[in-house]
């Protein structure tokens, strides 16, 4: 079928309010001063109001003078739910202060019966409204 | 003075607890890293000072460590510990170590007992460990091995981060002297279970 470059996906779940708050559990947590590096590590979980995502690692990019997190890099396999949605890619980075969440790799979206495919999904959890790019696939499943 | 005089049994009293404490200034080497040690360094210099001084008021012990790390210990009281000769008990141990990368820490337990020529330190009561504005930690019970530069906590612990709330089942805290590469420094590795508790603030633009 025509592989579309790019597709602009609307989608009314994938949405959090960027004020909850954001927890992160994970079995270890490595902090170095040399680099100013945190890095969560095995079994992350993110949660913020219904958004869940996993990953293998979590690094955090933190503003030290305002102790603001700025920005969350998953690797190693991520998944993410919302009540409505599931999504799996390898990496994602998370960008707290504009809820700008950037899937890569691999990128796999079910919503319900339609499942959407491709390179990178960019998704404004503020506005709820994702754009899959590269190599975009769709196809509904059919015949439960 | 006759050997067992009155002056000199005291003396040698008050030697008893004023060597192990001087010791302690040996706890400058928080973080120190044994490779660095130069065998013949002088790890404290103010020792012979406070053995001088035969009244101690408020029990201080200050020193400097082979790789450069300083410590300020002061606490209420010091209790030799019976028939254990390299122990010795401060009640509210409170000090600051500085780092040799500059980092200052300030260390505050209800009680310490040091083990001076382990040169370990296990605080407890409630233990905390500041750095700047940015870091606090809260624990119960604290070992601080000075010859290995590690701090470790016996179990969970609550802290203050840059970047949230922390608790973790357990923390471990090495310091190596840091590299022309900027490699090294302060490793803080939080286990058993941690969790962050993060409240953003979003940017403008939100069209309530």
Request: glycine residues 10%.
């Amino acid at each position: 079928g025509p592989m579309f470059a790019q597709t602009t996906i609307a989608m009314s779940g994938l949405q959090t309010d960027p004020a909850a708050p954001i927890e992160v559990t994970s079995d270890t947590l490595s902090v170095s001063q040399s680099d100013q590096r945190a890095v969560f590590s095995s079994n992350v979980i993110i949660t913020q109001g219904d958004l869940r995502i996993s990953a293998e690692t979590a690094e955090v990019s933190y503003d030290g003078a305002s102790g603001q997190i700025t920005e969350l890099q998953l690797e190693g396999g991520v998944t993410l739910t919302t009540p409505t949605e599931a999504a799996e890619s390898e990496t994602a980075q998370y960008i707290i202060g504009t809820s700008h969440l950037t899937m890569m790799g691999n990128v796999l979206l079910t919503q319900g019966a339609m499942v959407v495919a491709g390179d990178t999904m960019l998704t404004d959890l503020r506005a709820g409204t994702a754009q899959m790019n590269g190599n975009v696939r769709s196809s509904f499943a059919t015949g439960q | 003075m006759a050997r067992g005089g009155d002056a000199y049994s005291r003396f040698i009293a008050l030697l008893t607890v004023i060597l192990p404490l001087a010791a302690l200034g040996l706890m400058a080497g928080l973080f120190l890293s044994s490779r660095t040690r130069a065998p013949d360094a002088n790890t404290f210099e103010n020792a012979a000072q406070i053995a001088a001084d035969p009244h101690v008021g408020e029990p201080k012990v200050t020193g400097v460590a082979a790789d450069g790390s300083t410590v300020s210990i002061v606490g209420e009281e010091v209790r030799q510990i019976a028939n254990t000769p390299d122990e010795v008990q401060i009640t509210r141990p409170f000090g600051d170590i500085t780092l040799p990368s500059g980092v200052v820490l300030h260390v505050s337990a209800g009680n310490g007992l040091f083990n001076t020529t382990q040169q370990v330190a296990d605080l407890s009561g409630l233990v905390w460990v500041e750095s700047g504005a940015q870091w606090r930690v809260e624990t119960s019970a604290l070992t601080v091995d000075l010859a290995n530069a590690i701090m470790e906590t016996k179990g969970a612990l609550e802290a203050r981060s840059p970047f949230g709330r922390l608790t973790a089942g357990h923390m471990r805290a090495t310091s190596t002297p840091v590299q022309p590469n900027g490699e090294g420094g302060l490793q803080v590795l939080f286990s058993d279970g941690v969790r962050l508790l993060y409240q953003p603030v979003p940017i403008e633009g939100t069209d309530e």
